[in-house]
């Protein structure tokens, strides 16, 4: 292998294993995935779909991306005669994009909770490309509760009357209740979208209610919590399904990177098992131990609570930057990432939260127990006290809990 990558390659593995990884948007995958993802299928170009392609020698590829369409929906329990799959996307971003460019005229309204709530880029923040396009209708969350107020979304929705409505985003810890998504959606007749990137696995292993009872399309990134390759697939109800599928190929993306529906595939079927529906439990119930340790130690939790594998705390409150609790961090070997928390008054470049999730951590095989050692390592790290003795728990909750 080349040595220079085979020892960044080494680094990278040796990093991670020392690293305790709370970053709620990583996982850990399986040989099988990784396998996968090295499989003889990078070598292939396959524009178009099964059966339709501008390429020869695509017999093989045609059952391989049929099997994940097939695969990703028995997971989440759809009929093929109601629900298309595609899994072509090549991650969450152009998967979003696809959607809005198939569905939604430009400059049509697109509500969609604001980035700085919990939200995500591409559901029309301003400094994406669908910001540009579309018209970001924001809603947030209620200043006392910092839960989505389902009652203010539907005045917001009938004042500005959206084409349509995005549910999901990549920071609200909270259930998202879609039956009163779906009810707001049809009162102002607007299309109901759920990006279900981040508690996919959640639903998969049904720790978390699903969207599909009441979704027009639902996208997933395939890496989080469903613990896969980075990738994505969107969802389409039958009738949106040809405006999808053109604007995945050729509206926005080329060949398919069939590597990467390989491994999408091994991880559905993986996401199947009853092992990964108490991963999935245990992904929650390990977020809820860890924040509520940490609240006991006297950080303020978002909302109080999560219902999910992830929460925000705010560092603020004790007067640490999320910039500097995330720098502290690392510097003890526990990684994630600084985030906005609602109604915000700091920059995102250096705002007053952080984010925790529990996916990767409760794929190294730690519990409720370890995750209460990670929320004193947590705050140790932030206070920078005792600082040696938290370095000392990560170095042999890392040795415990080896890499797969
Ligand atoms: N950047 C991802 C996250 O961390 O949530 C979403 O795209």
């Not at 696809?98 to 939200?119: D, N």
């Not at 990137?197 to 979704?215: C, T, W």
């Not at 990467?260 to 993986?270: F, M």
């Not at 009853?274 to 992904?283: E, G, I, L």
Request: hydrophobic letters at 40%; glycine letters at 8%; proline letters at 4%.
């Amino acid at each position: 292998m080349d040595r220079e990558v085979k020892k960044l390659i080494e680094a990278e593995r040796g990093r991670q294993s020392k690293t305790i990884n709370l970053i709620a948007s990583e996982n850990y995958v399986s040989k099988n995935v990784s396998a996968a993802l090295g499989s003889v299928f990078v070598n292939k170009y396959a524009e178009g779909y099964p059966k339709a392609r501008y390429y020869a020698g695509n017999e093989i590829v045609d059952a391989l991306e049929e099997l994940a369409g097939k695969r990703a929906r028995k997971l989440f329990a759809l009929s093929s005669s109601r629900w298309d799959v595609n899994v072509q996307p090549y991650s969450g971003s152009p998967a979003n994009l696809a959607v809005l460019h198939a569905l939604l005229p430009e400059g049509s309204k697109v509500m969609a909770m604001a980035l700085g709530m919990g939200g995500h880029l591409t559901h029309g923040s301003k400094v994406s490309v669908t910001g540009r396009l579309w018209e970001q209708v924001p809603y947030g969350v209620d200043r006392l509760s910092e839960e989505i107020d389902y009652g203010e979304l539907l005045h917001i929705a009938l004042i500005e009357r959206p084409n349509m409505i995005i549910a999901g985003g990549s920071a609200y810890s909270r259930v998202v209740d879609f039956k009163k998504m779906r009810m707001i959606a049809d009162e102002v007749k607007a299309l109901l979208f759920v990006d279900m990137s981040h508690f996919a696995g959640l639903v998969a292993g049904k720790a978390y209610p699903s969207p599909f009872p009441y979704a027009d399309i639902v996208t997933t990134t395939t890496h989080k919590t469903l613990r896969g390759p980075r990738s994505a697939i969107i969802f389409s109800k039958k009738e949106y399904t040809p405006a999808v599928r053109k604007a995945v190929f050729p509206g926005l993306q080329g060949g398919p990177h069939m590597n990467q529906i390989a491994a999408v595939a091994v991880a559905l079927a993986e996401a199947a098992t009853p092992s990964f529906s108490r991963y999935a439990n245990q992904v929650i119930k390990n977020a809820q131990a860890l924040s509520e340790e940490l609240h006991r130690l006297g950080w303020r939790i978002v909302s109080g609570g999560t219902d999910s594998h992830l929460f925000l705390v705010d560092v603020m409150s004790r007067g640490f930057s999320g910039g500097v609790a995330g720098d502290r961090l690392e510097k003890i070997g526990v990684v994630l990432n600084k985030n906005m928390i609602p109604f915000d008054e700091r920059k995102p470049s250096d705002p007053s939260g952080i984010r925790i999730g529990t996916a990767a951590v409760t794929t190294r095989g730690m519990k409720e127990k370890e995750m209460k050692a990670i929320a004193r390592i947590v705050s140790q790290g932030i206070l920078k006290k005792d600082v040696a003795d938290a370095k000392k728990t990560v170095d042999a909750l890392c040795e415990k809990y080896p890499l797969r």
